[in-house]
């Protein structure tokens, strides 16, 4: 496997339903993301881990809860989702001390909360 | 807070044709920019990243140019194929942060459509 990977690539679930995403970056980058893509609107950042640690929370409802146990993986955590919570869910990673940094995005899992 | 404007939002253009995607941004305190690709229910995929003390840069049959004090970038698309059709989104990340991620704002996109 290259690049960043996402499983699954599609989830139906409903609002009372416990689910996680899963990322992984083969790339040996130290940053990762999630984003949160909506139709019609612009990509919305949720979290940022830099070093493993997490350096942003986009004022992200609980609901939604991230988890980066090492500097490939990362996963959020879904539960209590709501109908507006359908979007495709993208994650990233980048290297993040380099001047030309550039993040490369995964394919996205899509979202459907029934 | 920094706000990014694409238009339009979305252009058909028949095959062969040179075209132009714009991008506005409201806060000139960025320290890069940069295009983006993204296919049909894909991720995205970087195209070109312009420094903010750079003017432009090219890649293939593309051009993306920044003119910083004015906040506004184009990127320039010559000689279209319909291979070309997908959403271009542009970014741009704020200065004057060091560590902690590279927190990018994006636009909402132009669609475009290459025809035969």
């Known amino acids: 496997e290259t690049g960043v990977t996402q499983t699954p690539r599609h989830l139906v679930m409903g609002m009372t339903n416990k689910k996680s995403l899963k990322c992984e970056q083969h790339l040996g980058h130290n940053a990762m993301y999630w984003y949160k893509q909506s139709a019609k609107k612009p990509l919305e950042l949720m979290f940022v881990?830099?070093?493993?640690?997490?350096?942003e929370n986009n004022s992200v409802p609980s609901r939604f809860s991230p988890e980066c146990p090492n500097s490939s993986h990362l996963f959020l955590h879904l539960h209590t989702l709501q109908p507006e919570d359908s979007a495709l869910y993208l994650c990233?990673?980048?290297?993040?001390?380099?001047?030309?940094?550039?993040?490369?995005f995964g394919p996205g899992t899509r979202l459907t909360v029934l | 807070k920094q706000e990014v404007t694409q238009i339009p939002a979305a252009l058909s253009v028949p095959e062969g044709e040179n075209l132009v995607l714009n991008c506005s941004f409201t806060?000139?305190?960025?320290?890069?920019l940069q295009w983006f690709r993204q296919d049909p229910g894909k991720g995205l995929t970087s195209l070109l990243l312009i420094q903010s003390s750079q003017r432009e840069q090219t890649s293939g049959r593309l051009n993306a140019s920044l003119d910083k004090s004015s906040g506004r970038s184009t990127l320039y698309i010559a000689a279209s194929q319909p291979g070309d059709s997908a959403t271009y989104l542009c970014?741009?990340?704020?200065?004057?942060?060091?560590?902690?991620?590279?927190?990018?704002?994006f636009g909402t996109g132009t669609q475009l459509k290459v025809e035969l």
């Open positions: 881990y830099s070093l493993e640690e997490r350096v």
């Open positions: 806060d000139s305190a960025i320290y890069n």
């Open positions: 990233a990673s980048s290297q993040e001390t380099s001047s030309t940094d550039t993040q490369y």
């Open positions: 970014a741009v990340r704020p200065e004057g942060l060091t560590g902690g991620g590279n927190k990018l704002t």
